[in-house]
């Protein structure tokens, strides 16, 4: 039987929000050219969706500046960004943000009507641009609504991109290190109709998010398992930085246990918020002058220290000081969310924790988006741009997104035309598999998986226990192979062989870095030295 397949100009994974400012870019400007979105649940659903604090940009010059920005951004990455890529977005960030208000995103304005700029760790000045708590919402409601009066983009809901394809699979070897490989399109899963589909394409781009589901206590919603990434790494794709996993200072406590974790927008502590212990004393001021407001690695490296000190499961932010009206004027999601579980922040502390939230790193790319493989670009929190070096400054991610797809665009349009689509890409190849009999092989390898990263590859490390980490992952890795070998694909084994994938790449990048950097620590190397990127060749 044949199976499907689609021709695209443009094959975009992704639908948040750097695969549909990509798309819609393209689709202004080059009605003509067919460009096909894939999600792999619905359209909606994403990382960018539950973004909370908003979108840093240089936005009242009087104040604030493009130095003050970039000096920011380059004293949160611990002497690891690409000083050109973060004067590329922060220069062009403030355009960028224009742009999805012209498209219709809403951020909060003052009475006088100006833009009601928040302040968030890490930053000398109120630059962050948001909607109450519910930035992501508005800006993936804006988009959603922009890219459905443009035709030419297609958007395929519940399509499950499996692989990449390369030469390989026209049977020739693909090494790493080969400068000539090149992407025609991908393989995914239609979970509608159970059968995978070949999409080709003159152009791919890679907008699939991060990576949080590889913990056990995550911001990130379940989509989150690092597909693209894996998908690149597999494809011989570079990847580097992945040591660099940040994880948020504030996670709302709940004892019940949530998947993911609510978030307690750090803007909370830019509009007033201060962590404190058990007892009601601060303890920020231990570890960094900036205090509850310090970057983010330091606060969450503090929280995490200040619980194995005291043995409690949490530590607090103390809300009760604040205007409570002004306080639910611009946090009613978080007010909200606090008062469910029993919590009002206007009468008590509200418990928190650290979070795995954002991977810094991922598939390099360059300043145009472009992987190491030809016809493949990559946009989003999947990408290492060098914007965020060690450690990502809060409000960065958004911004970065909007900066490379406008980049990426430019850089396809005046060279599409020159491409072709690939002939004679086989079907895939399900031969010799059979219906999973047991689920629980699967769910059960994931909860090992998330065990494993959880109590050994954390917020501090050390080399016993990357060891151990990357022991079990092996045995988790094997296992896994056997069962994709000889099972029918599901989104839940692509899921889990991914997010095996991203956890090796991460505990076997943090054993390759001999320091402590950013969100890299570990007790054996407390030191800070003179090392660079850690790329995964
Ligand atoms: P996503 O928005 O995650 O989109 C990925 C898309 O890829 C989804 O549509 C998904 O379904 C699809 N996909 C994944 N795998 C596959 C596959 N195999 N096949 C097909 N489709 C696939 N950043 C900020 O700058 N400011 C903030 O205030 C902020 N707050 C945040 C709060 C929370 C709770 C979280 C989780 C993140 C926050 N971030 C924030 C980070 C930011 O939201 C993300 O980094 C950014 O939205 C990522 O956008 P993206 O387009 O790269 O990926
Ligand atoms: C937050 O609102 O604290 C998240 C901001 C970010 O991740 O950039």
């Given at each position: 039987m044949k199976l499907t397949m689609i021709q695209t100009d443009v094959l975009i994974l992704g639908s948040g929000i750097g695969g549909l400012s990509t798309a819609i870019h393209l689709a202004l400007q080059r009605p003509d050219l067919n460009i096909t979105v894939l999600t792999k649940t619905q359209e909606g659903e994403s990382n960018t969706r539950y973004a909370q604090g908003g979108v840093a940009a240089v936005w009242n010059e009087e104040v604030d500046s493009y130095q003050k920005h970039k000096e920011d951004t380059l004293d949160a990455g611990d002497g690891l960004c690409d000083e050109q890529i973060v004067e590329i977005v922060v220069q062009e960030g403030p355009e960028r943000v224009r742009e999805i208000i012209d498209w219709g995103a809403r951020f909060d304005k003052t009475q006088a009507q100006q833009?009601?700029?928040?302040?968030?760790?890490?930053h000398s000045e109120n630059?962050?641009?948001?909607?109450?708590?519910?930035?992501?919402?508005?800006?993936q409601r804006a988009l959603m609504s922009k890219a459905a009066t443009l035709p030419n983009i297609k958007v395929l809901e519940h399509y499950f991109a499996v692989d990449i394809i390369t030469q390989h699979h026209l049977g020739y070897m693909v090494t790493r290190l080969m400068p000539n490989i090149e992407c025609y399109g991908a393989y995914a899963l239609n979970k509608q109709t159970g059968e995978i589909e070949k999409l080709l394409a003159k152009v791919t781009v890679v907008a699939t998010g991060g990576a949080g589901?590889?913990?056990r206590a995550t911001t990130n919603p379940v989509i989150a398992s690092g597909d693209g990434i894996a998908m690149v790494y597999r494809a011989k794709g570079w990847v580097e930085n992945m040591e660099f996993v940040q994880f948020h200072p504030t996670a709302l406590y709940n004892p019940a246990g949530e998947n993911p974790v609510f978030l307690v927008s750090?803007?909370?502590?830019?509009?007033?918020?201060i962590l404190k212990n058990r007892q009601g004393e601060e303890f920020m001021h231990k570890y960094d002058p900036r205090k509850s407001l310090a970057p983010r690695d330091i606060v969450a490296r503090a929280i995490d220290n200040e619980m194995k000190l005291s043995g409690d499961e949490c530590m607090f932010l103390d809300c009760r000081h604040?205007?409570?009206e002004g306080f639910r004027a611009h946090f009613p999601t978080i007010y909200d969310k606090c008062l469910s579980i029993g919590v009002n922040p206007m009468q008590d502390m509200i418990p928190v924790v650290p979070a795995c939230h954002y991977m810094c790193g991922g598939i390099k790319v360059d300043a145009l988006g472009r992987s190491n493989i030809k016809q493949l670009y990559a946009c989003g929190e999947c990408t290492s741009t060098g914007l965020?070096?060690?450690?990502?400054?809060?409000?960065?991610?958004?911004?970065?997104a909007m900066v490379f797809a406008k980049r990426i665009a430019d850089d396809i349009l005046p060279n599409?035309?020159?491409?072709?689509?690939?002939?004679?890409?086989?079907?895939w190849d399900a031969r010799g598999t059979t219906d999973p009999k047991e689920m629980v092989l699967i769910t059960q390898s994931l909860k090992e998986l998330k065990e494993i990263m959880s109590s050994y590859v954390g917020i501090v490390r050390s080399n016993v226990r990357l060891k151990r980490a990357l022991d079990r992952l092996w045995i988790l890795h094997q296992e896994t192979e056997d069962l994709y070998n000889t099972t029918t694909l599901s989104p839940q084994l692509c899921e889990l062989r991914n997010l095996i994938s991203i956890a090796y790449l991460v505990t076997r990048s943090a054993t390759m870095r001999?320091?402590?950097?950013?969100?890299?620590?570990?007790?054996?190397?407390?030191?800070?030295?003179?090392?660079?990127?850690v790329s995964l060749l």
């Open positions: 833009y009601d700029l928040g302040r968030e760790g890490g630059r962050i641009l948001h909607y109450k708590d519910l930035t992501g919402w508005e800006m589901q590889i913990y750090e803007a909370v502590r830019g509009y007033g918020g604040l205007d409570a965020h070096g060690a450690n990502r400054l809060a409000s960065n991610s958004l911004l970065e599409i035309d020159h491409l072709s689509i690939r002939q004679g890409i086989p079907d001999r320091e402590s950097r950013g969100l890299h620590y570990t007790t054996d190397y407390p030191e800070r030295l003179g090392f660079v990127q």
